[in-house]
């Protein structure tokens, strides 16, 4: 079989800021991760990253090597440690299979997958967990390979949050709700979700303003320690967005909950005010999505969380269900 790295053209690396150019699987550059080090390990890490090619190839070996590999309290090895491989056309993809490692001891495996012979699209959804140090692509020796058909919206959406934004605890990377949404659009991302760790830092927005995006979406509200906080941060980190990119749509929206009381209640005036502030001052390309919506009529609400905070893969699609319309609405208009 013929090998190709990721590293090297004609296979397209999504999802990774500066990929082209630092040829690392990192979301974020040391010099971030040095003034906000709580992001560390999260920031090395690349949920939502994804391998794009196109084959003729009847069987696709994937290789891939861990630096770390590390047990999940919420997440099976399947959900967060593992590939998941997708070919055809990319809003009607098929499922292939997965690639995933033996135990929790095997910082590198391997899989072969078969397909038709047809030339088609593979696109491999990266984990969640770890941080990946290499992943090479093999296909019979008769078979090319060529680029990625382009995404119909190619300049990301970039979501900024909190281990839900991240995809926890879906039962695989395909399954959160920002990925779901990249599926049925066509919509190339960014995911910006660091579980506990994205408190709206302003070191953070200014990292952000260095990246081209379509669309910026933020619900970190789960990882505000209080609300004070998030009184605090909100605006502010809206503003610093907002002046950087007087233009591009901003989607605000509170965190999703199996019950909303009075904590909720308050996290969402806070995210709202941001939003009516900024009506008020003439912008009108900011969005709100309150996120009660997302269960409120849902007679079994309670069977979408895994611990009433993380949305399971139901949580997730009723999640999609509300955003994608705005995120479909956005699109046609830009």
């Known amino acids: 079989m013929k090998q190709y790295s990721i590293f090297n053209e004609p296979i397209k690396v999504f999802g990774v800021p500066f990929f082209d150019m630092t040829k690392k699987l990192t979301r974020l550059p040391d010099e971030i991760i040095q003034r906000v080090p709580s992001l560390d390990f999260l920031g090395r890490r690349c949920p939502g990253a994804r391998v794009g090619f196109r084959t003729n190839s009847k069987n696709i070996k994937i290789k891939i090597k861990y630096e770390t590999l590390s047990i999940d309290v919420g997440m099976s090895i399947y959900a967060c440690q593992s590939a998941f491989v997708f070919a055809g056309e990319r809003c009607n993809s098929k499922f292939l299979g997965l690639v995933s490692p033996w135990n929790y001891d095997c910082k590198e495996f391997e899989k072969t997958l078969q397909k038709s012979g047809e030339m088609e699209d593979v696109l491999i959804l990266l984990p969640r967990n770890e941080i990946v140090e290499d992943v090479t692509i093999s296909i019979d020796d008769e078979a090319e390979i060529l680029p990625p058909t382009p995404y119909k919206h190619s300049k990301p959406i970039l979501y900024y949050g909190s281990s839900i934004t991240e995809g926890g605890i879906s039962c695989n990377p395909s399954s959160a709700y920002n990925s779901i949404i990249s599926r049925h659009l066509d919509v190339d991302y960014y995911n910006f979700g660091f579980s506990g760790n994205a408190k709206g830092e302003l070191e953070m927005a200014d990292y952000i303003n260095t990246i081209d995006f379509s669309i910026f979406v933020y619900d970190y509200d789960h990882n505000a320690p209080d609300v004070e906080h998030l009184k605090r ?18 989607v605000m929206m509170t965190r999703p909950c199996a019950t909303y009381g009075d904590d909720e209640i ?31 009529d849902f007679s079994d609400r309670e069977l979408c969380f895994i611990d009433t905070v993380h949305p399971n893969d139901l949580g997730f699609y009723k999640m999609a269900e509300i955003v994608e319309p705005v995120i479909k609405e956005i699109l046609e208009k830009i």
């Open 233 to 250: 941060t909100h605006e502010p980190f809206f503003k610093r967005i907002r002046k950087k990119h007087p233009s591009v749509p901003i």
């Open 266 to 296: 308050a996290r969402r005036a806070v995210v709202k005010a941001t939003y009516d502030n900024a009506v008020l001052a003439g912008d009108k390309n900011v969005y709100f999505i309150d996120g009660e919506r997302y269960f409120k």
